[in-house]
């Protein structure tokens, strides 16, 4: 039987002990600060990024790894006769998905491209998931069974402070972006079939509070197996979430990462966002 190797683009959130332990090959997006060139994982790190992007002239601009860094990491892979497992984020956010399918078709190892329909924490459940399976002797098929079921079951909310990145990035209109500032307008976002949708809106951190509070009963309900909080510069906010998930699941640590540059970019500053799985 052929080894299987796993390959990710760099939004997903995985911690470097987790990369290491399951050997996992990390394709790096990257993101451009006022004509500046930035490599996530090798030039740039997640921390420094929020200040770079405060202090920018301009929106920072994203991209998608170029098709040869795909070609080259699954040539490389490949080439002791290992197939690859290719997990990359949702396509309705990045073209990502897409240059790794064209990789496929250019090189002479054996890959499968899986669309997680996600990306950061909610994106690493299902590859540590699919990495337990492969040690176990699984094979690629069974190992994207499973991602599938772990999706299916998994919620991703993400709570937007302010909506200025969002009209910068041509996401919502100048007009909406400044009525909503003027108001003190807060979006929480759901993440469900691939799609990003609006969960909420209202005015002020207590109607954010309040919908936390709602989506912390509903997992309350559920046998909850692992969470994660993502987040740009949102201490305050991730530690009052941290803090009530801490009390609800005792058994279950809460991964805590500030968010990549790629996703940071479009959430802006104080983005907070709870990402989770359970079993049924």
Known sequence: ???????????????????????????????????????????????????????????????????????????????????????????????????????????????????????????????????????????????????????????????IDNLDNLVAGGRISKFAGTLSSLLNIKLMLEVYDGQIHIAMKGRGIKAIHKEWDKILAQMKAKQVKAIGISHVQADREVARLKEQLQSLFPEIPVVVRETVPIIATHTGMGACCLLYYTED
Not at 47 to 75: H, N, R, Y
Not at 80 to 102: K, N, P, Y
């Open 1 to 159: 039987m052929a080894k299987v190797k796993i390959a990710c683009d760099s939004s997903a959130g995985l911690t470097d002990e987790e990369i290491q332990k399951y050997n996992i090959t990390i394709i790096p997006l990257s993101v451009m600060i006022d004509d500046t060139v930035y490599v996530e994982r090798e030039t740039i790190t997640n921390e420094q990024f929020p200040a770079m992007m405060q202090a920018a002239k301009a929106l920072p601009k994203t991209s998608q790894p170029p098709i040869g860094k795909f070609v080259d990491a699954f040539d490389r892979l490949g080439a002791d006769g290992s197939e690859v497992l290719c997990v990359t984020m949702m396509a309705s956010i990045s073209g990502t998905v897409h240059a790794a399918e064209q990789a496929a078709q250019m090189t002479k190892t054996k890959v499968t491209v899986v669309d997680c329909q996600s990306t950061d924490r909610g994106m690493a459940f299902q590859i540590l998931a699919a990495a337990k399976l492969i040690e176990a002797g699984g094979t690629v098929e069974e190992a994207v069974a499973k991602m599938a079921t772990v999706r299916d079951h998994s919620k991703l909310y993400l709570a």
